[in-house]
Nanobody, 117 residues
């Protein structure tokens, strides 16, 4: 069992920055691929960024603006978001998927990010 707790969301003006954190507990963090997803009102949840063992991938809409990173010693994954746009407004969710065992897939409760004047 893995518990994920997100933090760092809030209200920011267009062009601003935020850093989201996701703290994990309950299992061996380094065995999990970690991801950030987001869901805007009326839209499906979408992958924003993911990080595995030395590899990362990003949605085209955030490439060059967002950076995902992880600190396995602290059991934490981060999402640095720069040059934020109103269309980045969404609830952001942390996700953990075990790289070796199928079916071990966990979600955090989400944190709201609002980009507005």
């Amino acid at each position: 069992q893995v518990q994920l707790v997100e933090s760092g969301g809030g209200l920011v003006q267009p062009g601003g920055s935020l850093r989201l954190s996701c703290a994990a507990s309950g299992s061996i963090f380094r065995l999990y691929t970690m991801g950030w997803y987001r869901q805007a009102p009326g839209k499906q949840r979408e992958l924003v960024a993911a990080i595995g063992a030395g590899s990362t991938n990003y949605a085209d809409s955030v490439k060059g603006r967002f950076t995902i990173s992880r600190d396995d010693a602290k059991n934490t994954v981060y999402l640095q978001m720069n040059t934020l746009k109103p269309e980045d407004t969404a609830i952001y969710y942390c996700n953990a998927v075990h790289r070796l065992v199928q079916g071990l897939d966990y979600w955090g409760q989400g944190t709201q990010v609002t980009v507005s004047l």
